[in-house]
C-alpha cells in the first residue's frame, strides 16, 4: 500500500510533465534560437566534463584502487564529496578557488568564473565521483592475480595497465562516463554559482529553463521534456547493469 | 644453469590456519631437473611459487640462476616478475578473459619474444594449442572453456615461452583422466634443453615422476631425495600416506 501510494505521488509530476507538454509547438519550441544555444552550450560543457573525468578519474580510481599512501583517505573524500555537498557551496567554493578574486585568480590575474571553462569545471568537479566510484569498484572487484600472470609472461607496468586492468575495467569506464554525463548534463547548482547564468557561454539546458520559466512557461516544458527523454535514455541504457536481464 | 634459493620469505604473509607464516628453505637445482615440490595445506608450497616467480620479495637470503641474482635481500638486488627467466602455469589457469584463446596463448611470446612477428606469434600459439589437443579453440573466449580445458591453455601458454625455469602450480588438478597423460608427456617432450622444473602437486605419481622431491612442512623443507629412496623410507608419516 505505502509502496502503491509512494510510486503514485513520484509518478504525478511526471504524468503532469507530459499532459502539460505543449506537444503541437514542440519542434517550433526546441528550435527557437535561445534554445539551440543553449542545447549547445549543454553538450559542449557536459561532453568535455565527462572527458575531463575520465582522463583524471580514471587514474585516480586504480590509485585509491591498488595503492596504499599517506592521505589517501583525505583525497578519497576530496574527490567524493561533491556528492553529496549541496551544489551551490561546490560553486562558492570554486569562486574562492578559481574566480576572479579567489585564490588561483588574484595571484595569476585570471579568473574561470563567468565563462565555458568554468562551467566544464563546475561540471567535472560534480560529475567526476560517479566515475571513480563505479571504476574503483570495478577495480576492487577485480581478481589482481590476472596482473600478476601478465607480469610472469614478461609485461611490464605499463603494458600490464594499458592491456589487462583498462580493458577488464571498460564496461564500468563506459557505464561510469554515461552516469558522469547525465549529471554533468543536469548540473545547475554549481554552474549558475561559479560560471554565471551568460547565454552562449555558460547557460546550459537547466539554467535556460530556470529563465525560460520566467517568461515562456511552455518553453521550459519542452526543455524539461527533453531533459526527460535523455535521463529515459540513460536509464535504458545502463538497465542491464543494474538490473541484470533474466 | 643451476637455481639456488637460500631464502627466508613470507613474514607478511598470513599463513592458512591464520597464524604467522614463514617460509624458510635452502635447495639447489641442477639443469634439466624436474622438482616435485609436496607437503600437506599450508607447507608453503604456494609461497615457494610466489618468491620463485617474483611476486613476492624475500625477507632473507638469495635467490640466483646461472650467474644472475633474482632476489637479494641483503643486497636489495630484486628482479620483477616481468624480468625473470621463468615462465608459470598457475593452479586454476587464470586466463585474460577480455582475450581469446589464441591471443592468451600469445601474450607471452609478445612480451618475452618481441623480436617474433605477430604471424609467427600466432603460429606457435597455434602449435602449443595443438600440443594441448585444442587447436580448435583458438578463436574461443576463456569463459566458453572447461576448467580443464582452461588449463590446459594455461599449459600450452607457458610451454610457448621455452622458459629456463617452468613453475607448475598443480597444473593437472582439473585436467580429467584422459589428458593428464598427454599434458604430463608433453611436458617431458615439449621442453627445451636445460629447463628446470618445479612442479607443485599433490598426485603421488606425477610426484614419483620427479627426479627429486622437495617436502615441505610448516615452511621448512622437511625432507628431500629421489622420489624412489623416499618412497621406500619415507621420512615423515603425511609423506608415507602420499605415497602409499
Known amino acids: 500500500m505505502v509502496a502503491a501510494a509512494g510510486v503514485t505521488v513520484l509518478f504525478i509530476p511526471l504524468l503532469a510533465l507530459l499532459l502539460d507538454a505543449p506537444w503541437a509547438r514542440l519542434a517550433d519550441l526546441l528550435l527557437t534560437p535561445e534554445t539551440v544555444t543553449a542545447i549547445r552550450v549543454s553538450l559542449v560543457v557536459s561532453l568535455s566534463a565527462t572527458v575531463a573525468s575520465v582522463v583524471i578519474g580514471v587514474p585516480t580510481a586504480f590509485v585509491l584502487a591498488r595503492h596504499e599512501f599517506p592521505g589517501k583517505s583525505l583525497v578519497r573524500t576530496v574527490v567524493t564529496v561533491p556528492l553529496v555537498l549541496p551544489p551551490v557551496v561546490t560553486g562558492v567554493a570554486l569562486l574562492s578557488g578559481f574566480g576572479r578574486r579567489g585564490l588561483l585568480g588574484s595571484a595569476f590575474g585570471v579568473g574561470l568564473s563567468n565563462t565555458t571553462v568554468g562551467a566544464v569545471l563546475a561540471a567535472t568537479l560534480v560529475a567526476m565521483p560517479f566515475l571513480i566510484l563505479s571504476v574503483e569498484g570495478a577495480l576492487r572487484s577485480a581478481d589482481p592475480r590476472l596482473e600478476q600472470q601478465a607480469a610472469s609472461l614478461g609485461a611490464g607496468p605499463l603494458a600490464r595497465w594499458w592491456q589487462i586492468s583498462l580493458p577488464l575495467a571498460r564496461p564500468a569506464i563506459v557505464a561510469g562516463a554515461v552516469l558522469a554525463w547525465a549529471r554533468a548534463m543536469g548540473e545547475f547548482g554549481a554552474t549558475i554559482t561559479f560560471a554565471g547564468n551568460i547565454e552562449g557561454v555558460s547557460r546550459t539546458l537547466p539554467l535556460d529553463v530556470s529563465i525560460a520559466l520566467l517568461g515562456d512557461p511552455d518553453r521550459a516544458l519542452a526543455l524539461s521534456l527533453l531533459m526527460l527523454t535523455i535521463a529515459l535514455g540513460v536509464l535504458v541504457a545502463l538497465r542491464d547493469r543494474w538490473v541484470p536481464r533474466r | ?244
Open chain 2, 1 to 244: 644453469m643451476t637455481l639456488s634459493v637460500t631464502a627466508t620469505a613470507g613474514k607478511a604473509v598470513e599463513g592458512i590456519d591464520g597464524r604467522g607464516f614463514t617460509l624458510e628453505v635452502a635447495f639447489e637445482v641442477g639443469a634439466d631437473a624436474t622438482v616435485a615440490v609436496v607437503g600437506p595445506n599450508g607447507a608453503g608450497k604456494s609461497t615457494l611459487i610466489n618468491v620463485l616467480a617474483g611476486f613476492l620479495p624475500i625477507d632473507e637470503g638469495s635467490i640466483r640462476f646461472d650467474g644472475q641474482t633474482l632476489d637479494d635481500a641483503p643486497g636489495g638486488a630484486f628482479i620483477p616478475a616481468e624480468g625473470r627467466p621463468v615462465a608459470l602455469v598457475p593452479q586454476d589457469g587464470l586466463l585474460f578473459p577480455h582475450l581469446s584463446v589464441l591471443a592468451n596463448v600469445a601474450y607471452g611470446l609478445r612480451h618475452r619474444h618481441r623480436h617474433l612477428k605477430r604471424q609467427e606469434r600466432n603460429e606457435r600459439a597455434r602449435a602449443a594449442l595443438d600440443d594441448v589437443a585444442l587447436g580448435a579453440f583458438a578463436d574461443r573466449r576463456p569463459h566458453e572453456l572447461s576448467g580443464g580445458q582452461a588449463q590446459r591453455v594455461a599449459v600450452a601458454r607457458a610451454l610457448a615461452l621455452d622458459a629456463p625455469i617452468l613453475l607448475l602450480d598443480e597444473p593437472l588438478s582439473s585436467i580429467d583422466v584422459d589428458n593428464r597423460q598427454l599434458i604430463r608427456k608433453l611436458l617431458q617432450e615439449r621442453r627445451p634443453p636445460g629447463q628446470i622444473q618445479l612442479l607443485v602437486t599433490h598426485g603421488p605419481d606425477h610426484a614419483l615422476e620427479a627426479d627429486e622431491l622437495l617436502v615441505l612442512d610448516q615452511g621448512r623443507l622437511v625432507a628431500r631425495g629421489r622420489p624412489a629412496d623416499l618412497a621406500a623410507r619415507p621420512p615423515t608419516p603425511w609423506l608415507a600416506q602420499l605415497l602409499a
